[in-house]
């Protein structure tokens, strides 16, 4: 009995050896997705949009010909779409970074 006993302790110190590894990886990669960045535009380039991985601004780029028009509610909406894009980008690549740091598995966050 003691025998099996032991093999399962080493099961038990291999699986928390791995869970530790995990967490480690993840936090890595969260780390890494938090300092990227993620350009869309919209409007053909009138309206580009950039944010970091943690979801917040980096810049907002109007090209001042848009402007000409006075046409306030296209360059709401080609905001929008640029910010909506990044927004996709990044969860995206979220997705996709945490899965290889878990090896697949999915997390319940």
Request: net charge negative; charged share 25%; glycine share 10%.
């Amino acid at each position: 009995m003691a025998r099996g006993m032991m093999g399962g302790n080493m099961n038990y110190n291999n699986m928390l050896k791995q869970a530790q590894k995990m967490q480690a990886d993840m936090a890595k990669a969260q780390e890494e997705l938090e300092q990227s960045s993620f350009e869309s535009k919209a409007g053909g380039g009138a309206v580009v949009v950039t944010m970091k991985g943690d979801y917040t601004m980096e810049s907002i780029t109007i090209d001042p010909m848009i402007l000409e028009d006075s046409d306030v509610e296209m360059l709401q909406d080609m905001i929008l779409t640029a910010v909506n894009e990044s927004i996709e980008k990044i969860t995206a690549k979220k997705e996709e970074t945490l899965g290889k740091a878990t090896g697949g598995m999915r997390m319940p966050f």
